[in-house]
């Protein structure tokens, strides 16, 4: 079974829980919080679900914040983290074809059927493995290395 965790802050607190009712039966599924309404800030909740990702405990990642620009940005401060902030289906196919995203987010305010939608495309797409697409994931792993070596 696909393992997935999901995060959220305070204000995609609501949708999380929605779609966590909806996905339960079909996948695995770790919630990284919030766990209420209450005032949270959002980094806290995406390195958790971006450690679980980057120690493969969870096979993909759902962070969820108001505009889910936030939440995506912390979660890309995570060492192995490919996290991309979504729109719609045809973004999260891109984002899995080409830059072998791991972790999709997306704003509060998308309605819950297009958020599963864009979470089933995201799980569904393959990366492309093709070479061009292979050499960018790389800079960026290296670079990635470099840096948290000078650290």
Known sequence: MIRIGIASDHRGYVLKGQIIDRLMDKYD???????SEESVDYPDYAFKLGNLVADKDVDFGIAICGSGIGISIA????????????????????????NDANIVAFSAETKLEEALKIID??????????????KRIDKITRYEEETWQEN
Do not use: L, M
């Not at 495309?121 to 292979?134: K, L, V, Y």
């Open 121 to 134: 495309t995201f799980i569904t797409t393959p990366f492309s493995n093709c070479e061009r697409h292979q």
């Open 29 to 35: 599924i770790t919630d990284c919080g919030t766990y």
């Open 75 to 98: 979660c890309n401060k995570v060492k192995k983290v490919r996290c991309a902030k979504v729109s719609n289906e045809k973004e999260a196919q891109i984002t899995r074809n080409d």
